[in-house]
């Protein structure tokens, strides 16, 4: 696995692992994923960010998502095979990277227990009319999604319309004022509330899925 990965583990048994990788043009090492992973730790998680290859041979502008697939595929085998004591992997991540991580479980090149998108690109600014969308119905797993009711990348009335086409449950938290990053204007977004939501919704998903 290329690229700068950064590892946060919990001190004792995690609870589950969630991988994820940032946006087009993100980083991994800022403040908002710092306060993101030390919070999930702080509830028992182990927490994983990566950049994707593209990144680490200096490339700014990403290829297309399905061409990053094969990254995000090495990174979890990588870190599955670190931590073999870790049943449940939640993968997810900002943007590009969330994207990239729903192809992967759609096309079905591995299991996982769910995922978690922080701002989904539903579609190109101005292109309402082309939705990235039809991998969806084979996702299979439940999801759970950040959308900020500014975020020009994803109309919430287009995303609503959308979820119902998910092979599996769906869970909106909406960000008012939110916009693509989540963020109120020059105000950082809350990660450490997200953190919170994202330990929520996986105690609801583990729950649902043991009184199957």
Sequence with gaps: MSGLVLTDEPSGTPLAGLLFAP???????????????????????????????????????PPKAQSSVPGFLEALDVVRGEHPG??????????????????????????????????????????????????????????LFFAGTKDNMCDLGLLGDCLPTLGAEATLEVIEGGNHSLGLGRAQPDFAHFAHLIHAWITSVKKKQKNL
């Design 23 to 61: 946006g087009s043009r993100g980083k991994i090492d800022t403040p908002g994923w710092d306060v993101l992973a030390s919070t999930l730790v702080g509830l028992g998680y182990l927490s994983v960010r990566f950049e994707l290859p593209y990144r680490a041979t200096g490339r700014k502008i």
């Design 86 to 143: 870790v049943a449940d992997w939640y993968l997810g991540g900002a943007s590009y990277g969330g994207r990239v991580a729903s192809l992967a479980v759609a096309a079905g090149a591995t299991k996982a227990s769910g995922l978690v998108f922080l701002g989904y690109p539903l579609h190109a600014f101005g292109r309402k009319d082309s939705l990235r969308v039809e991998h969806w119905p084979q996702i299979g797993v439940a999801s």
